[in-house]
Structure formats: structure tokens, C-alpha cells
């Protein structure tokens, strides 16, 4: 703890991982568990963590990165977080995100935008990019993300590090404040697929707090990876919609190098395809932007956060609390979303939407009969200038083609660092999907392959 901090002081001018740092009690809380001695029982004993900040950690400030929630402190944990401070875990604090998870470069938070560990101009992705850029640059050993379209994927390709989304209904949402409630998954990012399955196998399981959350045991998934040392009797399935047209060449040839160590070690590759590919950002932003529309109304200057000073009607209370508290691009995605459930729009927009979304999940079906997992790249490009897609959300939506079929279908997928990239020098981040709840089959070839 006493290393993390002092990385933490060393980098965070630079880097603004962190929103909320709780240095005093994580080390008196370290200093506790140094005098009682180790407890084995406790897989993550002494561990220090960070949680992004759309995840309630009790008594400490969660803010979503929104002046909304600017001084909100919940009186409870999530299940995740009860689970890790259970395991052992030392919380060091909250980490940076774009506001409600809202974004790709954690450039929309309204307190900071983080900076990439590998090259401070660049954005780290996001919208865990905190949690990313915090692994990345040693200021904590895992952190907690969420990935309702990417968002711990991409932020670990562009940082370097280890991240998974797991299968929807593996992790309890319970204490996460909702996105995209049919989307959302919260996961770690970590320096290796090992100590991935370590704060997987910690979080999951079955919460009768969160109704989605699935009726079955968590695995050890760390158990599950032991002994692994090579890929025979895998078959790997390469979508022709990942490999083409708009991915930089250096991603393509680093995730290239890392499927040909992967024939090397024993695997079977084969060509599959993912054909509503191209549907997959209208049909997401369609359905993140209706469910978050829906979600954001409970933020309504009464129960939480910021309350607007000068309203004097209910009506003003709302609207000049809304206005202010939410920046502009959470505003955009409630204006939009609320016009796609809207009478006479809804079958047009959030109707159709929730059909391709079907398809989009069949495609993964089939292709599974094929293969046992998928490959291909987290993100188009390494890690983009600060500011470069800041002006353009329809961009930055684009950008996120290759994560977000995998919500829509609510599978498991992870992304790994395969290598610097031969143009940029920066991290180059490979994808690999597998069917529902079979992390262990992603985290075993992450693991071989790392
Ligand atoms: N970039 C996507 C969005 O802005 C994904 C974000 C996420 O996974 N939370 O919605």
C-alpha cells in the first residue's frame, strides 16, 4: 500500500487517475492487517485496489465524474466492493471515468481528463480510463471498471493492460449506478490474466440484490487457469468484420503476431463471420442512450446531489438542476434517448433496435458453433491525442465498432496487451470473446498467450 501511494504521489500530477484518494485509512487499514498476519483464507489479502467511480463504496464520495453527484456519499457498498473488502482488499480510493460511463477518452469527466501512463498527450480510452491509466502506471495492482460498450476493453488495449468484461448477470450491478441497464457488467483491469481470474472469481456470483444476476456458482476461475501451457484443442475464430477495412495497420499486424503464437502453441484458426457487424453502433447507441434517458431521471435535484440554488418552481428545480448538474454530452444521450422511446418513435428507433440487437447476438451463436472463442482487435487505433475526438461524438462513437456487439449480446470478452505498436510505440490491445459464461475459456488463452 505504502508503494502504491508513493507511485500514486509521483504520477497523479500528471496522470489524474484518482478523484478520490483515501490514503490515510487504506494504510491504517494495511498497518491492521500487517499486525494480525496474513490470513490465506483471504485471496486478495492485502491487495490494494482502486473502484471507478460509478461504483458505491460506503462513506466514500461516488460522484459518476458529475457535478450532479459532486457530494454524494452512499451509505452502502456494492456487492463487488463487500466482496473485495471480504477477500482482503485494500481500497485505495475512486477512480476517473468519463461522466456516467458516458464516452471513450474519460475526456468528458467534469473534473479531469486522465492522461495516458504511455504518453501524457494521448487519451487513456474509456470510460474506465482511470482505472486503466492506474494499473497501467503501478498506482494500484487491479481496479474495477465497467463496460457497457467497451469501456473496460478499450481502456486497457490503450493502456497496456488486462481487462474483462464478464458474461451479463456473472458480476451483481447491485451498487453500480446504471448506464445501460441491459448493457452494464462490472470487471477488473489488471496487469495479467492471472490476477484477472483472481478479482473475478471474487467478485461474481449470484446477488438477489440485482434481479439480473445469474443463478449460478462463480467458478475459481484461478484454479481454472492453473497448469495452463499451451492452446491445443483450441479452435480460434477470426470475424472477417474484425480484420478489414479502418483497423491501423500496426493493430492489425500486432494482433496478427499474437493469433500466429497462438497457432504456434497448438490452436486451430479458422475464418468466422460476425455479418450484422455494421448495425452494431446504431443499435447500441439506440438502446445505451433510451435505458440511460430512463435511468438519469432519477437525478432530479430532490434526492441526490446537486440541488439548483436560484429554482423556485418544481418545475425550475428540475430543469435548472438537470441543466447544470449533467455536462453535455450526458445531456445529449437524454435528449436522444428520450426521442427514441417517445410515442411514434419507438417502433421506428428502440423497437427495431432491440430486434437487430437479436440478430447481432445470433451472429455470435453461430459463429460459436464454429470455434470456442473469437479473436480480433479491442479498438481500431492505439490511443488517440487528447482532444482530437473531443469535438466530435459521432467519431468517438465509430470508434467503438469492435466492444460493443459483445454487450448488445451480453457475452464475456477480454481484451490483452499484444505489444507495442510498429508506427506509434503505444500499447496495442487484442480481443477475445467467448460464449456465455465460459470466461475461464478467454482467461486460459489470454494467460498462454501473455
Ligand atoms: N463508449 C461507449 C459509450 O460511450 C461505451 C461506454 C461504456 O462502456 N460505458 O457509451
Not at 486451430?268 to 457487424?277: F, G, N
Not at 432491440?354 to 482487435?377: N, S, W
Not at 449480446?409 to 499484444?418: F, R
Request: one cysteine or more.
Amino acid at each position: 500500500v505504502a508503494a502504491c501511494l508513493a507511485r500514486i504521489e509521483a504520477t497523479e500530477p500528471k496522470l489524474r487517475a484518482i478523484l478520490h484518494l483515501g490514503a490515510e485509512s487504506a494504510l491504517e487499514k494495511a498497518r491492521a492487517m500487517d499486525a494480525a498476519g496474513p490470513d490465506p483464507a483471504k485471496r486478495l489479502w492485502g491487495v490494494p485496489v482502486l473502484i471507478k467511480d460509478a461504483i458505491c463504496v460506503a462513506d466514500a464520495p461516488t460522484t459518476c465524474a458529475s457535478k450532479i453527484l459532486e457530494n454524494f456519499v452512499p451509505f452502502y457498498d456494492a456487492t463487488c466492493v463487500e466482496k473485495l473488502k471480504a477477500a482482503g482488499a485494500i481500497l485505495l480510493g475512486k477512480a476517473n471515468m468519463d461522466e456516467f460511463a458516458m464516452g471513450s477518452s474519460t475526456e468528458n469527466s467534469a473534473y479531469a481528463v486522465t492522461a495516458n501512463p504511455w504518453d501524457t498527450s494521448r487519451v487513456p480510452g474509456g470510460s474506465s480510463g482511470g482505472s486503466a491509466a492506474a494499473v497501467s502506471a503501478g498506482q494500484c495492482f487491479a481496479a474495477l471498471g465497467t463496460d457497457t460498450g467497451g469501456s473496460i476493453r478499450q481502456p486497457a488495449a490503450f493502456c497496456g493492460t488486462v481487462g474483462i468484461k464478464p458474461t451479463y448477470g456473472r458480476v451483481s450491478r447491485y451498487g453500480l449506478v446504471a448506464y445501460g441497464s441491459s448493457l452494464d457488467q462490472i470487471g477488473p483491469l489488471t496487469r495479467t490474466a492471472d490476477d484477472a481470474a483472481a478479482m473475478l472469481t471474487v467478485i461474481s456470483g449470484h446477488d438477489p440484490r440485482d434481479s439480473t444476476s445469474a443463478p449460478r456458482p462463480a467458478p475459481d476461475f484461478e484454479a481454472l487457469l492453473a497448469g495452463a501451457g499451451d492452446l491445443r484443442g483450441l479452435t480460434i475464430g477470426l470475424p472477417d468484420e474484425y480484420w478489414g477495412e479502418g483497423v491501423d495497420d500496426e493493430v492489425r499486424a500486432g494482433c496478427q503476431e499474437a493469433v500466429d503464437a497462438a497457432k504456434a502453441l497448438g490452436a486451430t484458426v479458422v475464418p468466422v463471420s460476425l455479418p450484422h457487424t455494421p448495425y452494431a453502433v446504431a443499435t447500441y447507441y439506440i438502446v445505451a442512450m433510451a435505458e440511460a434517458s430512463s435511468n438519469l431521471a432519477r437525478f432530479d435535484g430532490v434526492r441526490y446531489g446537486y440541488r439548483a440554488p436560484e429554482a423556485v418552481t418544481l418545475e425550475e428545480l428540475y430543469e435548472l438542476s438537470r441543466s447544470k448538474g449533467f455536462g453535455p454530452e450526458v445531456r445529449r444521450r437524454i435528449v436522444i434517448g428520450t426521442y427514441v422511446l417517445s410515442a411514434g418513435y419507438y417502433d421506428a428507433y428502440y423497437r427495431k433496435a432491440a430486434q437487430v440487437r437479436r440478430l447481432i447476438r445470433q451472429d455470435f451463436l453461430d459463429a460459436f458453433a464454429k470455434c470456442d472463442v473469437i479473436c480480433g482487435p479491442t479498438s481500431p487505433f492505439a490511443a488517440f491525442p487528447i482532444g482530437q475526438m473531443s469535438g466530435d461524438p459521432l467519431q468517438m462513437y465509430l470508434s467503438d465498432i469492435f466492444t460493443i456487439s459483445l454487450n448488445l449480446a451480453g457475452l464475456p470478452g477480454l481484451s490483452m496487451p499484444v505489444g507495442l505498436g510498429k508506427d506509434s510505440g503505444l500499447p496495442i490491445g487484442m480481443q477475445l470473446f467467448g460464449p456465455a459464461f465460459d470466461e475461464a475459456a478467454i482467461l486460459r488463452t489470454a494467460k498462454v498467450l501473455g
